[in-house]
């Protein structure tokens, strides 16, 4: 009950001081305007991280036993028993101590503007004291080693925070999830640990009712950091912890699960912000929200999306927290590929001008972000090489359970040099590395399931070959072929998947009703995904084949030819675009009546090869070779 009574008790102070300080923001001045590197559109009031400290101080000052002044003698997080009272509310004043000086910081730079530097020195003053009463991450046998890993946690995931404080209820909705995650998993551990986490989560609900889209109040650094601050600090107490079935590499994976959003983001921005030869530390609307708005989504659905991102991944974590180490890969490893395939494909929108974006402006050299681009092919060998190598240890785990994975944990690992080489050798073999990975086809696809194929027999040849097949289960390399062929797919796919929804989302311009749905009307729909210089954006389809209706190409829906009226004054069309080549007399009369009628253009798809003349210099040198 402790724990409820905290959590309605942050939940109630923050509830109602948000509007108080909401009111007093305005009073004072203190206004978030507009600028040109940030998102919101309207002047917005500051300093809803008074509110948030304030219920989280309030709670944890109730219940904690231990005060302010017990930190000042010579005690250490050793000194008490793990899992003891004492431990817990010593472990929460220091949590107090952190928050209150964070918040201070926090605060001086919402009023004063401080330079990045003196902020990142207060950062590391205030992960330097937690570290002195003997907090660290357990993540190596190195006291050393494992001090300054602590300091960069500390630090790192207090600034991911902040940086992720730059959409409507993003920081506090990623927040909430991250800090309701680590509540459950301390709930096994400690809960009275847990109860802190819950504490963050009640004042984080209650200041989304006020910072959701529309927010109404911004929470500042005075709020971003002290939540960064509180997220890094209970990771901290449950990694100092925990002591998972997988061992310390669960330890380290479990945290960076459950942070994930944060720490995507910053890598993100951080990583092209640099390439781009801007400053990390400057704003922009470049983040990871950012960017999902760009493809399509509203700010609403963007929030949302990563706040669900945050919860599937916090759900690995908890999976993760309660497996064995040879059960644990097959989350880590998933998550981790969807990850990197989500950065490269954000990575390729381009937010920046395009003359900016290329950290070397010597003509002499080729931008780097370009250079990665010519080398994706590289990138996907080394992909492909770790898939290969985690389809077979599934298809293990698939067929083997318990204690008999164990009794052949040696087979596979004699076996999979040989594996791994033969499917990257059948992959190039088959021309896998000689598509173009954007432009998915059928034929491409029946490359890849041929390669898959020629992967697999290759590789139980060569077993034969080398181990007699003894001690190996023929179901091992169909259950591989299946998850081989499907990772093959699937990343192929995923990039295709998502630049089709991509250019769809980003369309704009005038609106148009295509009239067609045949060959003529799938070509323009995809070249206006791929040519936004066209100006226009389809609303809807019709056709006169009355079996079409109801159907669906490129995602937009095929009306019948009598409608075409309606839609225009339901869709707001300015115009009407035919995408067939001839048309009969009563189609084309339709259209013209229509455009006649209510005002709009009429155009037609036309697909014609343009002469270009040489120069008369090419001439002189004669036909080329």
Known sequence: ????????????????????????????????????????????????????????????????????????????????????????????????????????????????????????LGQILVASIVTYYGFRLNWTSSLTLDTMLTLVWIVGITNALNLLDNMDGLCAGVAFVAAFVLGLLLMGIEPHLALYAFVLCGALGAFLIFNFNPASIFMGDSGSLVIGFYLSFLALAYSGLAAPPAGDFA??????????????????????????????????????????????????RAMLFLCGVGAFSGLSAWFVSSSDSFTSPAVIVPVAVSVLLFGIYLAQLRVYPEKEFGVLRDKTFTPVLMELTHKRQLLLVSLDFGLIAFS???????????????????????????????????????????????????????????????????????????????????????????????????????????????????????????????????????????????????????????????????????HPAEQMQALAEKTGAVGIVLTFREANPGAMERARQICRSQGLFLRRLCVKLDEVELSRRAEAKGPAK
């Open 1 to 120: 009950m402790t724990s409820l009574y905290a959590t309605l008790l942050s939940f109630g102070i923050c509830l109602a001081a948000t509007p108080l300080v909401r009111a007093f923001a305005h009073r004072a001045g203190w206004i978030d305007r507009p600028k040109a590197d940030r998102w919101h559109k309207k002047p917005t009031a500051l300093m809803g991280g008074i509110a948030i400290f304030a219920g989280v101080a309030a709670s944890l000052f109730w219940t904690t036993d231990l005060t302010i002044a017990a930190l000042f003698t010579p005690l250490h997080i050793s000194s008490f028993a793990p899992s003891s009272p004492q431990h817990a509310h010593f472990t929460g004043t220091v949590l107090l101590l952190g928050i209150c000086l964070v918040f201070v910081l926090g605060l001086v730079d919402d009023l004063l503007h401080i330079k990045p530097q003196t902020k990142l």
């Open 251 to 300: 330890r380290m994976a479990v945290v960076v699960l459950v942070m994930m959003v944060p720490i995507f983001d910053t890598t993100l921005v951080t990583t092209i912000r640099l390439l781009s030869g801007r400053r990390a530390s400057v704003g922009g609307k470049d983040h990871t929200s950012h960017r999902l708005v760009l493809i399509g989504l509203s700010e609403k």
């Open 392 to 558: 077979y240890y599934l298809s293990y785990r698939l067929r083997f359970s318990g204690g008999q994975f164990a009794l052949h944990f040696g087979v596979f690992l004699q076996s999979l040099p040989a594996i791994i080489a033969c499917k990257l050798a059948a992959y190039f073999l088959m021309g896998v590395y000689r598509g173009i990975w954007s432009f998915l086809s059928f034929n491409d696809i029946w490359v890849y399931i041929k390669a898959s194929v020629l992967g697999s027999l290759l590789s139980v040849a060569v077993v034969t070959y080398l181990y007699r097949f003894e001690d190996f289960s023929k179901g091992i390399f169909f259950i591989d072929w299946m998850i081989a062929t499907a990772f093959l797919l699937g990343t192929r796919g995923s990039f295709r998947l998502f630049r089709d929804v991509m250019g769809r989302g980003g369309i704009s311009g005038e609106k148009v009703i295509l009239y067609g749905a045949g060959r003529g009307g799938e070509i323009l729909l995809r070249e206006v995904v791929n040519n936004r210089s066209l100006g226009i954006k389809p609303v809807a389809m019709v056709d006169d084949d009355p079996l079409k209706a109801g159907k669906r190409l490129q995602g937009l829906t095929v």
